[in-house]
């Protein structure tokens, strides 16, 4: 394992969160404000960003009882560091970005609740009348509410895009029981914080848990919980069915990159072309607001 600037061993460095190991059953997880889009890592960095997708996942784990068991132990950087001392020097670093979580063994799936028809999955019933193989209803439009909402497993892709999967294809690969256990959690999960975000004005369209085994073999939610990298957010007052909704997203970042691809200033691959500021702050007041909205009150970094 690499060293790193962090006083603890650098177990992995992905996208947006690096992952360190505490010990032999815990990890801190801390994430920086890098952003991504189509599968690459822009150069600039998105205010606050890091913060929000921390605190907000600490939120749900405390706030949404189907969230438990789950990982976190807390996200306070200072009783971080009274758990782990070491870490005293990087206080700063951690403050608000970083979780300290219990080490398990990821289920090698995303589970994909929709409430909404949108994204690929909308491109996928336009193209074929399904959504990850499994006929859907006739007449379905774009950005239309799914009642109930459908359970949709993802394999996870170490490059490139996930691939929708059917259920079938879950329970072949882990059993009827594991495959059915994530399939009633991540629903609870889905309806308990979509009832709440509708209570604040949001509706939530979509989004991915990931769940581990911790030693014991107990299932638990790990990594990132609805924030928005993982989910997608709509102001309710202003969702209109029929065509794509505006999110509380990167969207601004997608459309910069979508008009320099269609333009041809930019080949759509490595190295990424530079953001304009005004795009960055953009993004930036998207998380907070959403942040905000959600949780109530607005997002502190101490």
Partial sequence: ?????????????????????????????????RISAFD??????????????????????????AASPHHCLTADADAIVAACPALAPDRSQLAGRAMLVVRTDPVPFECVVRGY??????????????????????????????????????TKAAVGHDENVTFAHLEAALGSGPAGLLRRRSLALYLEAAAHAAERGIVIADTKFEFGLDRDGELLLIDEVLTPDSSRFWAADRYAPGGPQPSYDKQPVRDVLESLRASGEWNGEAPPPPLPDGVVRATSRRYRELYRRLVGRPLEVA
Avoid: H
Avoid at 6 to 17: E, F, T, Y
Avoid at 124 to 138: F, I, N, V
């Fill in 1 to 33: 394992m690499a060293r790193s600037r962090i006083a603890l061993p650098l177990v992995r460095r992905g996208k947006v969160r690096e992952v360190y190991r505490v010990d032999e059953d815990r990890l801190l997880l801390v994430a920086s404000d």
């Fill in 40 to 65: 690459l890592v822009l150069n600039e960095l998105v205010p606050d960003k890091g913060a929000v997708l921390t605190q907000i996942s600490a939120y749900w784990c405390t706030r949404l009882l």
């Fill in 117 to 154: 028809l949108s994204g690929s999955a909308w491109k996928e019933y336009r193209a074929a009348g399904t959504l990850a193989g499994e006929e859907l209803p006739a007449g379905l439009r774009e950005s239309g509410r799914l009642d109930p909402p459908i359970f949709s497993p993802a």
